[in-house]
């Protein structure tokens, strides 16, 4: 079965004759590309009792390759699920529109920690707010800067539990099952803490 590894190395070429990559995208891609193989040079294995030898290609140890990341990438995964509750929990995504694009990519330390805390502060305020749970939630929040078409597309999910610590009573108060916050309510003060975001915030809660 092909691997990603093998889908850049047969259709990459033909990719940048109809597409542009950014320099990033094209050092990624290329790095994929030439992930154990002798492009990257190698060691030699021997057997101490037979003396037999192999050739072990170097890994280009990009965080976005599966060869080099999935066993970190399931480390990861195992050490989360360990932190879970028992509970439902809610997937939240906070985006910018694309006309802001070039200015995420041209001030990319700045406007990734600026959307991150924003979002983040967003969630965290409404939530304490006695008027939506009033308690103390957790979140892990993820930046993401590709679309699913390789495009750049910077935007945030968010795993939420359903549910938080009632700072009066200091129990766990839980949810509605199939509600977090009202959408229309999140965008607004998610819009609020954020004056450079605003031409334009989609999002949306499954």
């Known amino acids: ?14 990719y940048c004759q109809t597409h542009t990559p950014s320099y ?11 992930c154990r193989t ?4 190698g060691h030699h294995n021997v057997c101490t009792n037979c003396g037999e030898t192999s050739i072990a290609y170097n890994s280009c140890r990009n965080r976005h390759c599966p060869l080099c990341q999935s066993f970190k990438r399931e480390k990861w995964r195992v050490d989360r699920n360990s932190e879970l509750l028992n509970v439902h929990y809610f997937h939240v995504v906070f985006t910018v529109p694309e006309e802001l694009n070039p ?19 967003t ?3 409404l ?7 009033g308690a103390q939630i957790g979140l892990t929040g993820i930046l993401h800067t590709w679309g699913q078409t390789l495009s750049y597309h ?10 938080g610590l009632c700072t009066k009573t200091m129990r766990f108060k839980k949810t509605r099952k199939n509600y977090l916050i009202h959408v229309k ?22």
Do not use: C, T, W
């Not at 041209?106 to 959307?115: H, R």
């Open 1 to 14: 079965m092909p691997n990603l590894q093998d889908i850049f190395v047969r259709f990459f070429e033909d």
């Open 24 to 34: 990033d995208q094209y050092k990624v891609m290329n790095a994929l590309m030439a």
């Open 38 to 41: 002798s492009k990257l040079g």
């Open 103 to 121: 200015i995420f990519f041209a001030n990319q330390a700045l406007m990734y920690n600026l959307i991150m805390k924003s979002a983040s502060k």
């Open 123 to 125: 969630l965290l305020s």
């Open 127 to 133: 939530a304490a707010d006695k008027k939506h749970l």
């Open 154 to 163: 910077p935007h945030v999910h968010f795993i939420v539990p359903g549910g």
């Open 185 to 206: 309510i999140l965008s607004r003060l998610f819009l609020l803490k954020n004056p450079v975001i605003i031409l334009h915030l989609s999002f949306y809660i499954n």
